[in-house]
């Protein structure tokens, strides 16, 4: 799982701290969670905050800013 914020300064190549947490990572832990908790093997989950390094826009408006918050789930084998 990959966990994405926006609007955290200039993209660094690594999560910013927010609020003493780095908030992608902890995006990505909450879903994990919530698999975990109907039935996913936690062994098959890797969590990683990418911070605001991979926008899918360039932020301008609101709406824009909202689909940047997100996690991205990549199915790896079955």
Known sequence: MEGHVCCLG???GKDEP???STLSQK???SIRDSLVAHGVNIERI???GLGNNDPLNDEETE???EL???VEI???ER
């Open 46 to 48: 890797k969590c990683v």
């Open 74 to 76: 990549r199915v790896l």
């Open 10 to 12: 200039p993209r660094s």
């Open 63 to 65: 709406q824009e800013q």
């Open 18 to 20: 927010y609020l003493e």
């Open 27 to 29: 995006r990505a832990e």
């Open 68 to 70: 940047n918050r997100r």
